[in-house]
């Protein structure tokens, strides 16, 4: 059910973007399919909305939390079974706080609000404090805080839909390691963000629907980069590829200056930021990386793979840059020679190369690579 009652910046800042029905079903058929005894289970969405997660598991416990009143007083209407509470499930939350024992065997299950705050999407809308939170949830991202949330009840099963880069983005894993460290992934589909109203007006990303088991073994990163995701409609990709941050920085040094002759080029962070921002710019700023000299043929093949992104599928737009360094070294020049066609001033920076403008080597190597 979409919800009705929320202005569109209060969606963005609390992440309550609705869940389509078919994406609810099937978090519900992999529960039922992986889980013999699922009807043993309490059932807890901890950012419940309208209840559209709970209505559906018919003759079960569930409970229903949202720091939404009106949400919860719309989720109490439509559904007499299930208990539903007013409560921010980031601050204090435990299992006393919706009456279940220590020992209750409890699945999550839902799609926990995200909003990254350091994020430059829509940061015109965003608050930097939502909602309060305690301080071994609090991260930059609702979300990420919503994971750990769940590692900290013990749930013995997490099946909720979540950003794909949650999980592949280093740095996240990181942030998540406490919950990574406790729950293996068990089953999943891969969903474009686009499938939400409201959301991903440009270019879509990765959601995973996923369904982890509590366990000792967890989720090593390295195990992640080897997985064969796979979407809803049944393709499948990895993630386990060459990136261009083996080879150049991809942020701005705070001990670097300026000087004169020097080649600026924008902060790079994923593969959709680079779709939304520029390359090589030339005024220095706090998101300006003073490139390398020696390594200017990688930031040219940065520059030249933004040209190419619309040829991707939305499944990899969280992932950093990737090459296939072998095959890009031997028509670098080429690379390069795009570049400075495109930003004649770069022909003044002392740039040493051979001109070779057969483009149709690039369109060839780029066939090739996002082939695979």
């Known amino acids: 059910m979409p919800q009705n009652h929320l202005t569109y910046k209060e969606m963005t800042n609390f992440g309550c973007f609705y869940t389509p029905e078919a994406f609810v079903e099937n978090l519900i058929d992999k529960i039922k399919h992986n889980i013999s005894n699922y009807d043993d289970y309490v059932y807890i969405d901890s950012s419940c909305g309208y209840g559209s997660f709970l209505r559906v598991l018919e003759n079960l416990k569930t409970i229903g939390c949202d720091i939404d009143a009106k949400a919860i007083e719309v989720a109490t209407m439509n559904d007499k079974r299930s208990d539903y509470y007013c409560l ?4 204090g939350f435990s299992r006393e706080s919706v009456n279940l024992q220590s020992d209750s065997k409890i699945i999550i299950i839902g799609n926990p ?8 999407v829509k940061s015109d809308l965003k608050s930097q404090k939502p909602c309060a939170v305690d301080p071994d949830l609090k991260t930059r991202d609702l979300g990420i805080s919503f994971m750990l949330s769940f590692n900290k009840l013990k749930a013995d099963y ?3 839909l979540h950003p794909l880069s949650y999980m592949i983005k280093k740095a996240n894993y ?3 390691k406490p919950f990574y460290s406790n729950y293996s992934l068990i089953d999943h589909s891969i969903i474009n963000s686009q499938s939400f109203s409201f959301t991903s007006k440009t270019k879509g990303f990765p959601i995973i629907i996923a369904l982890y088991k509590r366990d000792s073994k967890g989720m090593p990163y390295n195990e992640i980069l080897n997985t064969v995701f796979k979407t809803i409609d049944g393709k499948t990709f990895r993630i386990d590829y060459d990136s261009i941050k083996n080879y150049i920085s991809k942020y701005p040094s705070k001990y670097d200056q300026p000087k004169e002759n020097d080649i600026l080029f924008f ?7 680079l779709n939304r921002s520029r390359t090589f710019i030339e005024e220095y700023g706090p998101n300006a990386i003073i490139v390398d000299k020696r390594k200017f043929e990688y930031y040219c093949y940065v520059d030249v793979f933004k040209r ?3 040829k991707l599928p939305y499944y990899y737009g969280n992932i950093d840059v990737f090459i296939d360094n072998e095959k890009f070294k031997p028509i670098k020049d080429v690379f390069i020679t795009n570049s400075i066609e495109r930003y004649p001033w770069l022909k003044n920076k002392g740039i040493k190369y051979t001109h070779n403008n057969n483009y149709a080597l690039i369109d060839n190597y780029f066939a090739q690579l996002f082939s695979k």
């Open 174 to 176: 990181n942030l998540l």
């Open 158 to 160: 997490v099946a909720v």
């Open 88 to 91: 921010n499930t980031l601050s």
């Open 267 to 273: 902060t790079m962070r994923d593969i959709n930021a």
């Open 308 to 310: 190419y992104i619309e």
């Open 113 to 120: 609000p995200y909003n990254d705050t350091t994020s430059r």
